[in-house]
């Protein structure tokens, strides 16, 4: 089975867990590090997630995933959260960056640089802009985002 019918069917799966947790479901990830697989489960809640919020997914998402069998080699399971440098996906991750402090990088350079950093001003579904430290605001249509995050500063 290829990694994104993976990562959408471990989706549809936990998904249900992760509400009943009540928590939200951020991220699925599949991925090879080392040798070893990782599937990644990224929860997240008002407050903070805890290591008990991290158990009440994975006791039973593991166990369903034993009962369904979609992965046919060992892997690892991972629950986690995002962290404070919060990846940015999906249409939602962007609305929910409005404002805060964003590092984008592009598929390829505009004005000879990739990557970007600065308050994400806005985000309509199809593009972002961002105002850079310089003061001055750029904008991107959100196909030509290779990867994105959010920052935190100590």
């Known amino acids: 089975m290829a990694k994104e019918s993976i990562t959408e069917l471990v989706w549809s799966m936990a ?36 290591h008990d919020d991290c158990e009440r997914v994975s006791q039973p998402l593991n166990t369903l995933l034993d009962e369904k069998d979609p992965i046919s080699h060992p892997f690892y399971l991972e629950v986690s959260s ?6 940015l996906k999906r249409p939602r991750d962007f609305e929910r960056a409005v404002g805060k402090l964003v590092e984008i990088r592009l598929f390829s ?6 990557r970007y950093e600065g308050h994400l001003e806005s985000f309509d579904g199809k593009k972002l802009s961002i105002s850079l430290e ?16 959010t920052l935190f500063k100590y």
Request: charged share 35%; glycine share 12%; hydrophobic share 40%.
């Open 15 to 50: 998904l249900p867990i992760v509400e009943e947790a009540g928590c939200e479901l951020v991220d699925v990830e599949y991925v090879k590090e080392g040798g070893n697989w990782f599937l990644r489960v990224i929860i997240d809640k008002d407050g903070g997630v805890s």
């Open 82 to 87: 995002p962290g404070l440098e919060r990846r």
């Open 109 to 114: 350079a505009v004005d000879g640089r990739k």
């Open 134 to 149: 310089s003061g001055e605001a750029v904008t991107f249509p959100l196909e030509q985002v290779a990867k994105a995050k």
